[in-house]
């Protein structure tokens, strides 16, 4: 059975720093793309960008190029979405989902991880 | 980028059927073949109901179908039922450079 499975929820201050976690099982996670989607409080979902843990090929959207980290550890199965310093306007829900290649749909989602960030 | 354009909500009553359109540019919905559709209930991550335009996953009840004509795609749901309320956004490739949009999310609402 295909799971990803993110890192609990997070409660931060502006200005700090912060890596979420997304683990990926029942596939062959070097094989599959992984992306992550902002959806924040009351709104749609946003797409920000996809990596390809086989060689960590990695593309951004252009409205969060820049604003965050992409990563993956392909030897435990885990991409990584990080932020060098958090604004307010960074509480959302992020999730992360599993593509069969660059272009398609995202298959299979995350649990998702609720990101707050408040002085 | 702009998001695709969807319909803020559509309503239906049990055994209707509903469509929800989703319009984009050549740039995305209209020059590849690309489109998937999410529903995603209060608090649930999203789930994926249809692909490459009309194709559904394993899963997925047939009342469920999927189409595109120029740059608008749209999701059809037949023989609405209470557990299809929910919201619905369409997503489509959009080029090397943008990779994928997002439609803006539509609220099904089952009368």
């Known amino acids: 059975e295909v799971q990803l499975v993110q890192s609990g929820a997070e409660v931060k201050k502006p200005g700090e720093s912060l890596k979420i976690s997304c683990k990926g099982s029942?596939?062959?996670?070097?094989?599959?793309?992984i992306g992550w989607v902002r959806q924040m409080p009351g709104k749609g979902l946003e797409w920000m960008g996809i990596i390809y843990p086989g060689d960590s090929d990695t593309r951004y959207s252009p409205s969060f190029q820049g604003q965050v980290t992409i990563s993956a550890d392909k030897s435990i199965s885990t991409a990584y979405l990080q932020w060098s310093s958090l604004k307010a306007s960074d509480t959302a829900m992020y999730y992360c989902?599993?593509?069969?290649?660059?272009?398609?749909?995202?298959?299979?989602w995350g649990q998702g991880t609720l990101v707050t960030v408040s002085s | 980028q702009s998001a695709l354009t969807q319909p803020r909500s559509v309503s239906g009553s049990p055994g209707q059927s509903v469509t929800i359109s989703c319009t984009g540019t050549?740039?995305?919905?209209?020059?590849?073949?690309?489109v998937s559709w999410y529903q995603q209930h209060p608090g649930k991550a999203p789930k994926l109901m249809i692909y490459d335009v009309s194709k559904r996953p394993s899963g997925v009840p047939d009342r469920f179908s999927g189409s595109k004509s120029g740059n608008t795609a749209s999701l059809t749901i037949s023989g609405l039922q209470a557990e299809d309320e929910a919201d619905y956004y369409c997503?489509?490739?959009?080029?090397?450079?943008?990779?994928?949009?997002f439609g803006g999310g539509t609220k099904l609402t089952v009368l």
């Open positions: 989902a599993r593509l069969p290649s660059a272009m398609a749909n995202f298959d299979y």
């Open positions: 029942g596939y062959s996670f070097t094989s599959y793309w």
């Open positions: 050549s740039s995305d919905v209209g020059g590849y073949n690309y």
């Open positions: 997503c489509s490739y959009a080029g090397s450079y943008t990779f994928r949009v």
